[in-house]
């Protein structure tokens, strides 16, 4: 069974860092991207960048582009997304999804969701 | 960047309604869109990628249509599991963007 399994929920102050791992199952990693998206309560959807397990090629989106770091281990099966200088924007939930940079068949697999909190 | 819009944003409509959601992207996306159905407090849903393909597990009263820029998400005949948040999403080129969603309900 394909499935992306994320990592529990973090509470943070303004200013740290977080770091969320997605675990992916069921499929050959190097086959697909993964996509980082996240929530705001009450808000849409925000697309905030795709690595390549295969080759490390990352696409930022530019928002994020001096606070994240997006990675994977191939031995571990696992994605990571690691979001630096936090501030109470940043509450949300952070999906990994399975896809590729373009084309393709869109996100297919998600994960089930990581719920960051950042409150002094 | 590709802009995404969406109309209606919200609407209300009954069991057995058909329904369409509209997407209209600021730049031709080569069929590049796709649609994904979100309920609260689950993660989104893969409905249908390439404009029109239906993902595979969904079922076939959800249909997609439309090419360049104007996109559109139908459900031939509202089930009570369809009420829910839709998002369409491109996947041209990066960054990838969503529209800002058509939630519907009753």
């Known amino acids: 069974q394909v499935q992306l399994v994320q990592s529990g929920a973090a509470v943070k102050k303004p200013g740290a860092s977080v770091k969320v791992s997605c675990k992916a199952s069921?499929?050959?990693?190097?086959?697909?991207?993964i996509h980082w998206v996240r929530q705001a309560p009450g808000q849409g959807l925000e697309w905030m960048g795709w690595i390549s397990p295969y080759n490390g090629h990352i696409n930022y989106a530019r928002k994020f582009q001096v606070r994240v770091t997006m990675t994977t281990d191939t031995s571990t099966i696992t994605a990571y997304m690691e979001l630096t200088s936090l501030t109470s924007d940043d509450t949300a939930v952070y999906y990994c999804?399975?896809?590729?940079?373009?084309?393709?068949?869109?996100?297919?697999?998600w994960g089930q969701g990581t719920t960051v909190t950042v409150s002094s | 960047d590709i802009q995404m819009t969406q109309s209606p944003s919200s609407l209300s409509a009954s069991v057995g309604d058909r329904v369409t959601i509209t997407c209209r992207a600021s730049q031709s996306l080569n069929n590049y869109l796709n649609w994904y159905q979100q309920k609260p407090g689950q993660a989104p849903k893969l409905l249908i990628y390439a404009a029109s393909s239906l993902q595979s597990g969904v079922p076939s009263r959800f249909s997609g249509s439309g090419s360049g820029t104007d996109f559109t998400l139908t459900i031939s005949s509202l089930q009570p599991e369809d009420f829910a948040t839709y998002y369409c999403?491109?996947?041209?080129?990066?960054?990838?963007?969503f529209g800002p969603g058509t939630k519907v309900d009753i």
């Open positions: 999804a399975r896809g590729f940079s373009s084309g393709g068949t869109g996100m297919d697999v």
């Open positions: 999403q491109q996947n041209y080129s990066p960054p990838q963007t």
């Open positions: 069921g499929y050959t990693f190097t086959d697909y991207g």
